[in-house]
């Protein structure tokens, strides 16, 4: 099990918009994991503030939630 808060609430907590360094922080390690498993013909097809978890420690987002994927 992965220790942390969701992205969702991490945004509620933060009480006014991220900047644009945080967002292309946050992003990347996202964007880098959609390229491998769309090379593996695998879409999230749910992808939500929800279903990104920020792990302890690192705040590295993590995606959740694979039950949609095709």
Known sequence: FYEGIT????LKDMGAPPNEAWL?????PL???L???HAEQCF????AP?????LKGTNRPLLLDFGAAR
């Open 24 to 28: 292309l922080e946050l992003l990347e």
């Open 50 to 54: 929800d279903n990104v978890i920020l």
């Open 31 to 33: 964007t880098e994991a």
């Open 7 to 10: 992205l969702k609430q991490k």
């Open 44 to 47: 999230h097809r749910d992808i």
């Open 35 to 37: 390229t491998v498993i």
